[in-house]
């Protein structure tokens, strides 16, 4: 199908208020572009739930930190234009940083509080306001739609909804789940700075949390500190991955639940091979709750 590449924002106001006013639903995927097979599933939900599947590609300078990988992020337009349109993605919006804030640096930030406190939020100031900021901008935008994240990103999904109904933006945001690779690592577009010896260990953060899944659900471990420490020696076992943290938590307010219940809780860590630094995160169910 063929893809239209629009780089202007009023452009790509008009476009999508265009389709609906002819009676279109919109289903929009924000992406930092390097797409792959997460993104393609993402695109390819939008294709099939809605009449118009939208993307932007955008890399958003605002989430990355002074010490980040900003200017090493992958970038690649025609090739991210190729896997959208066979993803069945009809409009793709990728402007430059001087079409998004043409008076400069915004002076505006949208933050979520509380839920952005701890875990990626701790470990990379500010990069939460970033996202709200930017994804704040494209949703009003875009207009009415159905918004497509990736569960990958686990605690941007739960911020974005936060906002989203904060701010009673006519979205409505739609959670996916993980796309893996067969040996369990999950699809990241940080995944490339991944040597090949590292590649051959990254999977070890998946089946950590496997194993931290396990201890719950076979196991029926209670204690959050106990599992968090099961993921953290199981990821560190090896030496090449340096552990951010290794988290347990209650998907409504992402603090540790004081005791591991009669709810599902999630799990999620972030650790350091090479030059990438990897998120990942599962559901687990205690015994308990799953009679
Ligand atoms: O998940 C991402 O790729 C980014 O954080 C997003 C949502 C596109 C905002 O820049």
């Not at 739930?49 to 992958?74: H, I, K, R």
């Not at 739609?145 to 979205?171: H, T, W």
């Not at 700075?193 to 076979?218: M, N, Q, T």
Request: some cysteine; proline content about 6%.
């Amino acid at each position: 199908m063929a893809i239209e590449v629009i780089d202007d924002l009023a452009t790509w106001r008009r476009a999508l208020d265009a389709s609906r006013s002819a009676g279109l639903s919109v289903g929009l995927v924000p992406t930092m572009g390097a797409l792959h097979g997460g993104h393609m599933s993402l695109i390819r939900r939008a294709a099939a739930e809605c009449d118009v599947a939208a993307l932007t590609d955008y890399v958003n300078p605002l989430q990355f930190g002074p010490s980040e990988d900003l200017g090493a992020y992958p970038k690649n337009l025609l090739r991210d234009r190729e896997l959208a349109a066979e993803a069945g993605a009809q409009l793709m919006l990728a402007p430059s940083p001087e079409q998004v804030w043409p008076d400069g640096e915004p002076s505006t930030s949208v933050r979520v509080s509380g839920l952005t406190d701890r875990l990626e939020g701790e470990a990379r100031p500010g990069h939460f306001d970033g996202v709200t900021t930017i994804v704040c901008k494209l949703l009003s935008l875009s207009g009415p739609c159905r918004a497509y994240f990736g569960e990958k990103d686990y605690q941007q999904l739960a911020v974005v909804s936060r906002m989203v109904s904060d701010l009673s933006l006519p979205v409505q945001v739609v959670g996916c789940p993980t796309v893996r690779e067969v040996d369990g690592l999950a699809l990241s577009s940080r995944n490339a700075y991944l040597s090949p010896d590292e590649r051959a260990v990254a999977s070890r953060l998946y089946h950590s949390l496997l194993a931290g899944k396990r201890l719950i659900e076979e196991d029926a471990v209670t204690d959050p500190a106990c599992v968090e420490a099961a993921i953290a020696e199981h990821l560190g076992a090896e030496r090449r991955f340096s552990v951010d943290y290794a988290a347990v938590v209650d998907p409504a307010d992402f603090k540790r639940p004081e005791r591991i219940g009669s709810g599902e809780v999630r799990l999620l860590a972030a650790a350091r091979l090479g030059k990438a630094r990897l998120i990942d995160n599962m559901a687990a169910t205690p015994a308990a709750a799953q009679q």
